[in-house]
């Protein structure tokens, strides 16, 4: 896969000298992927463990949620594989697990130290980050006996999540009414004896901006129960690609990189310019699943030479001369001092891992492009990185006529 950013450098030789960075770029906004309940379902035991069984074997990378859930107090263990949101013991128990599929899941099981009726409700959903897909959970215990019941609240950090809202509680007449747009997707009821009645139920609501989030739905009046609520990152749209853009983030319309101002001469002259500054930063995004072999940058010229379109030429990859370049002309490029700065955004928690600058300056002979960067398995995804502090230096031959000299680079992203 490869995404290019096409451009023109400028040079003037006998007055200002410049280069203008002219690119056809694309933004990347972070979009939410669609989220997608792909199955749910619930059953309840007077025996440890509880297991239950998925109706397809789930796609590997979807998140998989179990809610566990207990009349009485008891110790609850998690399924094989699972992560612990948030599991409390006492009268009623009930605790959330969750992880990410490997593709293989058929029966999730969990195990209870007491209790006289135990259930388990599973959940496989598409459109989910899977890298670290918890984003918050509600850190204050939720009980009571009177009726609504809560689920506590949790505060977000990311701003597209999927919220799952869970109740426990020992009695049999069924929970409902979920309030905030939560909707129920699943629910199982033990109507045994009064000693080991279970009602246990979840909703869930997704969201597109950070806050705090509850829901109150109704149980039966003097019941004991238990609430809880995590949230789960939603997938920003896959997206691969390189740009140039603004402080803000913005895609600059008309890039350009200031180089030092040349005169006409009778010797061989050196100019030199920075591409990647505060204002025109080049960005890198990956929001692609962690599942790739890293990626490329890389810089090529494409068109043939400097030109000034009245017929005068040099060349940008040509070494011939004392110093290198000084016969024909010939650009370097040195990300070696680069400035590679991640996405500061807490919830992908970004870093630059695996993400280096290249460890040598190219001197461009032929056609073939230079590498800037580069990124390895390691490499963080659902993030970008802005990219600053590349030197550039062109030779530029003796007694070359004034003029407006340009050049076309492209600068292109492949994945390996």
């Keep these: 896969m490869r995404y290019r950013v096409n451009g023109s450098i400028i040079i003037r030789v006998g007055a200002t000298l410049s280069i203008v960075l002219a690119v ?3 933004s990347i906004p972070r979009v939410a992927a669609a989220v997608s309940l792909v199955q749910a379902t619930s059953t309840n035991s007077g025996t440890s463990p509880v297991s239950l069984s998925f109706s397809t074997t789930p796609t590997a990378g979807n998140l998989l949620v179990a809610i566990c859930s207990a009349d009485a107090a ?10 612990t949101v948030i599991n409390e013991s006492s009268d009623p128990a009930q605790a959330i697990f969750y992880k990410v599929s490997v593709g293989t899941e058929t029966s999730i099981s969990c195990g209870f130290s007491a209790g006289g009726d135990m259930a388990i409700q599973i959940y496989n959903y598409s459109g989910i980050e899977n890298v670290t897909p918890l984003d918050a959970y509600n850190t204050s215990t939720s009980s009571g006996s009177t009726t609504p019941a809560s689920t506590g609240s949790v505060s977000t950090h990311n701003a597209s999540d999927l919220l799952i809202g869970a109740i426990t509680s020992d009695a049999s007449s069924g929970i409902a ?18 000693s080991t009645r279970l009602d246990a139920a979840s909703a869930d609501l997704s969201v597109s ?54 005169s006409y001469a009778f010797a061989c002259q050196t100019s030199t310019g920075t591409l990647g500054s505060a204002s025109q930063k080049i960005r890198v995004t990956n929001t692609t699943p962690a599942d790739s072999n890293g990626w490329n940058l890389t ?6 030479d400097w030109s000034d379109g009245a017929g005068h030429t040099y ?25 590679i700065t991640p996405e500061s955004s807490p919830e992908y928690g970004c870093t630059n891992t695996g993400v280096s600058a290249y460890t040598a300056s190219t001197a461009f002979t032929g056609s073939t492009p230079a590498t800037i960067i580069q990124a390895s398995p390691s490499s963080s995804h659902y993030c970008y990185w802005d990219i600053t502090g590349i030197t550039l230096s062109q030779t530029i031959p003796p007694v070359q006529p004034s003029g407006t000299y340009s050049i076309n680079f492209t600068i292109t992203l492949t994945a390996l």
């Design 299 to 304: 810089i090529g010229a494409s068109s043939a």
């Design 209 to 262: 901006s950070t806050g705090s989030y509850s829901s109150l739905p109704a149980v039966q009046s003097g019941s004991n129960w238990r609430g809880q609520i995590a949230a789960f990152k939603i997938a920003p749209a896959a997206s691969f690609g390189a740009d140039i853009v603004n402080s803000s983030g913005v895609s600059v319309s008309s890039p350009s990189v200031s180089m030092s101002a040349m």
């Design 177 to 194: 009414s979920w309030t905030n747009s939560f909707v129920q997707e699943s629910a199982t009821t033990s109507g045994g004896k009064p």
């Design 74 to 83: 008891a110790t609850i263990s998690a399924p094989s594989g699972f992560s």
């Design 315 to 339: 060349a940008y990859n040509n070494s011939a001369g004392s110093p290198a370049g000084c016969t024909s002309g010939q650009l370097t490029i040195n990300p070696t001092a680069a400035t």
């Design 24 to 26: 056809i770029a694309w």
